[in-house]
């Protein structure tokens, strides 16, 4: 079988920067994304597309492909009292907040001055070459509900709210 939309397929893998810091590492195969679905980077999902369990390959990803160009344009301060006064405000802190046009936004605290904070908006991987080393462990049908669902569902029962 191999790899094609409406397939789960699961994946060794190694990411790695372009200076070869791992960023992330999944090697006991239980990763799994659904084909076709966009639950995986453009980049890396093209790459797989037609591959076989057991296949093993190296891909590196442009930003375009993977999380985006950082867009400096993101990177905003707000006032210190915007934020919740009970917690201390930390650089690498995350918050989900609200872009002006409604999206559900995820953004880190990048500097904390007196009054002031700093958060970039940008996804923590934008601007980063993606440096894939994956091995294909297993690739399968979808459940009718996953494919409802656009995601995989794991041996156990699975609900939503
Ligand atoms: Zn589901």
Redesign the pocket.
């Given at each position: 079988m191999q790899i094609a939309n409406n397939r789960v397929v699961s994946i060794a893998y190694t990411l790695k920067d372009n200076d070869d810091n791992i960023i992330d590492q999944s090697d006991d195969g239980s990763f799994c994304y659904l084909h076709g679905a966009s639950n995986i980077i453009p980049g890396l999902e093209d790459a797989l597309a037609g591959k076989a369990a057991g296949d093993e390959l190296s891909v590196s990803i442009p930003p375009e492909q993977g999380y985006g160009e950082r867009d400096t344009g993101r990177i905003q301060s707000v006032p210190r009292e915007m934020f919740p006064a009970e917690h201390d405000i930390e650089p690498g802190m995350q918050f989900h907040t609200q872009s002006p046009d409604g999206q559900m936004l995820v953004v880190t605290v990048a500097k904390v001055e007196d009054d002031l904070v700093t958060v970039d908006g940008n996804h923590p991987l934008a601007g980063v070459q993606l440096n894939f080393d994956v091995k294909i462990m297993d690739i399968r049908e979808a459940t009718a509900?996953?494919l409802e669902?656009g995601?995989v569902?794991g041996p156990h029962e699975?609900h939503?709210d």
């Amino acid at each position: 079988m191999q790899i094609a939309n409406n397939r789960v397929v699961s994946i060794a893998y190694t990411l790695k920067d372009n200076d070869d810091n791992i960023i992330d590492q999944s090697d006991d195969g239980s990763f799994c994304y659904l084909h076709g679905a966009s639950n995986i980077i453009p980049g890396l999902e093209d790459a797989l597309a037609g591959k076989a369990a057991g296949d093993e390959l190296s891909v590196s990803i442009p930003p375009e492909q993977g999380y985006g160009e950082r867009d400096t344009g993101r990177i905003q301060s707000v006032p210190r009292e915007m934020f919740p006064a009970e917690h201390d405000i930390e650089p690498g802190m995350q918050f989900h907040t609200q872009s002006p046009d409604g999206q559900m936004l995820v953004v880190t605290v990048a500097k904390v001055e007196d009054d002031l904070v700093t958060v970039d908006g940008n996804h923590p991987l934008a601007g980063v070459q993606l440096n894939f080393d994956v091995k294909i462990m297993d690739i399968r049908e979808a459940t009718a509900e996953e494919l409802e669902h656009g995601h995989v569902h794991g041996p156990h029962e699975h609900h939503h709210d």
